[in-house]
């Protein structure tokens, strides 16, 4: 028993040791290999610390080789410029040099020319005093009888010279006239929309249509007495029309009757509140259109109360016209024609968006729309020039300046276009044809046509019916019916055309 458990012990004893001294060994191999890795590890980043440095080296030569090269070629510039300037100061001192011997050979012409001009003035006065002696006549006399005695033997001749003359002048001055406008017109052509008293919205549904009535009418009643405008609610599907003569009324009311059908809640209290917000909308609206006005015309210097007050004619018509729209176009023409002319196409074109600046408040106010807006600029401190050149387009003031003209002439294109204004395009075609009927109802014409807008007719007679004399007639009578018959601003010309075209053929 005691043998076997000394043998355990021995044996357990030596595993141990042989254990303890195969672990030390493999320890041990492991550090040398982990060393030996190490040492590897060691070398590589050696060898590519070396590698870069290398490289960093020839780098650092390659950007001195290239900087020292970069140096010689900007030396090489440098002398080049150099030179060149060298050379122009020379040629400089040479011309300068030059000059100066100009300026002393213009000296001396200068004074051998006024000693010659004195001499030939003296030479003058001598022959004069001479003449003056022998005739026992001054020179003023002299001239006198010599002028009177030409008058009186060319006096027709000058009559008629003088008529060739006015007759041409006045020609050339209506040709210019047309160029003037019709450069202006083309230049800006611009379309127009005639607006109405009512406004037709649609509607998602008819139910709606229920629910803006609302019970026993109050919401109608409510949103009317809110806006001022009137809510015509038919059998025609899918619609509902606001109706107002006032622009601006017509759409505040717009704005809330769309929130309110897309919001669905209509009642009383309801109304009131969209109403309220969309003045306020329509108010910085107004704001914003009379901004984007003078900013897209250019025009400075204006004060923003007077400002607002353009915007407010973008809700402003004139017989269907947006006041603003038409403004806009007058001022835009306004400064064509003056710059054509040479004349002063600032004054004119701030005079021509101001000139209808009183109807913005006209119903509110007592008054001309002139008178208004004269007044209304007066008290924003506008020029008086400004003033002057917009107060004569409606005759009430006498034009006291080139500018004034021409913004009566500008407002006059802008509300004669066909279709600016309402019922103006049925009127125009109307009248057109009545000019037209008026020619033809004469015996002899053979064609008529009604051209430039209705202001000229140009009638074809036949040259076997009517003489010259007939036909100056026929011109008369026309015209004389046209006063008679028909209504109409500014003049209509009449142009009756007489020719003969023979015609043979060569066969």
Do not use: C
């Not at 509140?273 to 910085?284: L, Q």
């Not at 400002?307 to 973008?314: A, C």
């Not at 009183?358 to 924003?380: C, F, M, N, P, S």
């Not at 006291?400 to 600016?420: T, Y």
């Amino acid at each position: 028993m005691d043998a076997n458990l000394i043998r355990l012990v021995v044996g357990l004893a030596a595993g141990l040791l042989a254990g303890w001294g195969l672990r030390h060994f493999v320890g041990i191999r492991r550090a040398d290999s982990l060393e030996k890795r190490l040492q590897d590890k060691e070398r590589e980043a050696k060898e590519k610390t070396d590698e870069i440095i290398l490289a960093a080296k020839q780098k650092g030569v390659d950007i001195i080789t290239e900087a020292r090269q970069e140096e010689k070629e900007l030396r090489r510039q440098i002398v080049r410029t150099e030179e060149r300037l060298m050379e122009r100061d020379n040629q400089l001192q040479r011309l300068a040099k030059n000059l100066e011997i100009r300026q002393r050979d213009l000296e001396k012409q200068t004074v051998h020319i006024d000693s010659l001009q004195k001499e030939t003035q003296d030479i003058r006065d001598n022959q004069v005093k001479e003449l003056e002696v022998i005739s026992k006549l001054s020179a003023k006399e002299a001239k006198e009888r010599l002028l009177k005695d030409v008058e009186e033997h060319y006096q027709k001749d000058i009559y008629t010279r003088l008529k060739e003359l006015e007759e041409e002048g006045k020609y050339l001055l209506e040709e210019k006239a047309k160029n003037i406008m019709g450069l202006a017109m083309q230049r800006l052509a611009s379309m127009h929309t005639s607006e109405v008293t009512s406004y037709t919205m649609d509607i998602p549904s008819d139910d709606i249509k229920g629910k803006i009535i609302g019970k026993e009418g109050r919401n109608i009643r409510a949103f009317e007495r809110a806006t001022g405008v009137e809510v015509v609610i038919d059998e025609t599907p899918g619609v509902v029309t606001l109706s107002s003569f006032n622009p601006i009324r017509r759409e505040i009311a717009r704005v809330s009757m769309e929130r309110l059908i897309k919001d669905g809640r209509i009642q009383p209290a309801r109304i009131e509140a969209e109403v309220d917000k969309a003045r306020k909308e329509v108010a910085e609206e107004i704001v914003k259109a009379g901004q984007d006005t003078v900013y897209q015309l250019g025009i400075v210097g204006l004060h923003p109360d007077l400002v607002k007050i353009i915007g407010r004619l973008k809700y402003r018509t004139s017989y269907g016209q947006n006041v603003l729209d038409h403004s806009t176009e007058v001022a835009r023409l306004a400064e064509i024609i003056a710059t054509e002319l040479h004349a002063d196409s600032a004054i004119a074109k701030k005079a021509g968006l101001l000139h209808d600046i009183g109807k913005a408040v006209d119903r509110e106010v007592q008054g001309t729309h002139v008178e208004i807006g004269k007044r209304i600029l007066e008290k924003y401190n506008v020029d008086e020039e400004v003033i002057k050149a917009m107060q004569s387009h409606h005759g009430e003031y006498e034009p006291e300046s080139v500018e004034a003209l021409i913004v009566e002439a500008a407002d006059a294109i802008s509300a004669s276009r066909p279709g600016a204004r309402k019922g103006s395009i049925e009127e125009f075609l109307h009248r057109l044809e009545e000019l037209e009927a008026i020619a033809n109802s004469y015996p002899g014409v053979q064609k008529s046509y009604a051209i430039q807008a209705g202001r000229e007719v140009r009638i074809f007679v036949n040259p076997e019916d009517l003489d010259d004399l007939k036909t100056k007639m026929l011109a008369r009578n026309v015209a004389d019916k046209i006063e008679e018959k028909l209504k109409y601003p500014g003049e209509i010309k009449v142009v009756v055309i007489r020719e003969n075209r023979i015609i043979e053929y060569a066969r």
